[in-house]
């Protein structure tokens, strides 16, 4: 069963855009679908039976291998970056709107992802 919980009604465009975006700063490269499906299955998991502690480490997570990849040339990664930049912003400002520690847990990712953007701008 899903546990109910405000968290999820800001989960739909990161598990829709993060499998392959995830992956592929994982890897350095655009890796094969069987390592996107490991990541989507992970995020399904989290989403279906985690915590909303468990997703936003899982999204720190995400923040780390964004600040790691910025120096890659390949171009997948690069828009790989983009995307999982954008998408994790979104959904972290999404959580200044909810009720819950969950914005004052993502403020420092926040300000992380702020600094990426502008530093690619």
Not at 58 to 71: A, D, F, N, P, W
Not at 74 to 80: G, K, Q, T
């Amino acid at each position: 069963m899903v546990k109910r919980a405000t968290w999820l009604s800001v989960t739909p465009e990161p598990e829709r855009e993060l499998p392959g975006a995830v992956a592929t700063l994982a890897a350095g490269y655009r890796p094969g679908g069987d390592a996107v499906e490991r990541e989507r299955a992970k995020i399904e998991r989290l989403i279906l039976h985690g915590t909303q502690q468990q997703w936003l480490q899982y999204l720190h997570g995400v923040v780390e291998l964004i600040t790691r990849s910025g120096e890659s040339g390949d171009p997948d990664v690069a828009r790989a970056r983009e995307l999982a930049i954008a998408v994790v912003y979104n959904h972290h400002n999404l959580l200044l709107a909810h009720p819950g520690r969950g914005a004052a847990i993502t403020a420092g990712d926040r300000e992380t992802l702020r600094r990426v953007q502008q530093a690619a701008d």
